[in-house]
C-alpha cells in the first residue's frame, strides 16, 4: 500500500520559517517525480514545486521562487520543502504528490498525501 505522509507543518510568524518533509513508502521512490502543491480555503489547489526523479530539476511557482526550495533524499524515501521568508498568503493545506511518467501537476496524480496545515500569521 502506497503512502505519503506530510509533517512539518505549524504556526509561524511572518517571516519565520518551516520545513516540511514528506515520507513515501510503498513504491520505487526514485521511479517518480514529486511535487508538493497547496490549497488555501475557498481556493483551488495550486502548483508549488516539483522535482525529477533523480532531482537534478526543480520548478517554482513564481509567487515560492527564491523563498521556497524542494529538495529529495532517495536513500530516505523523502522530500523536503524548505519554507523561507514566509507570508501570511503562504497558509494553506500542503499536500505532497507522487507521479511516474511526468512531474506532478494540480490534476491527477499518482499519488497524493493526506496535507499538512501550515498558518503563517502577521
Known amino acids: 500500500q502506497v503512502q505519503l505522509v506530510e509533517s512539518g507543518g505549524g504556526l509561524v510568524q511572518a517571516g519565520g520559517s518551516l520545513r516540511l518533509s514528506c515520507a513515501a513508502s510503498?513504491?520505487?521512490?526514485?521511479?517518480?517525480?514529486m511535487g508538493w502543491f497547496r490549497q488555501a480555503p475557498g481556493k483551488e489547489r495550486d502548483f508549488v514545486a516539483n522535482?525529477?526523479?533523480?532531482?537534478?530539476?526543480?520548478y517554482y511557482a513564481d509567487s515560492v521562487k527564491g523563498r521556497f526550495t524542494i529538495s529529495r533524499d532517495n536513500a530516505k524515501n523523502t522530500v523536503y520543502l524548505q519554507m523561507n521568508s514566509l507570508k501570511p498568503e503562504d497558509t494553506a493545506i500542503y499536500y505532497c504528490?507522487?507521479?511516474?511518467?511526468?512531474?506532478?501537476?494540480?490534476?491527477?496524480?499518482?499519488?497524493w498525501g493526506q496535507g499538512t496545515q501550515v498558518t503563517v500569521s502577521s
Open positions: 504528490a507522487a507521479a511516474r511518467s511526468r512531474v506532478p501537476t494540480t490534476g491527477p496524480n499518482d499519488y
Open positions: 510503498g513504491l520505487t521512490f526514485r521511479s517518480y517525480a
Open positions: 522535482i525529477t526523479w533523480g532531482g537534478t530539476g526543480t
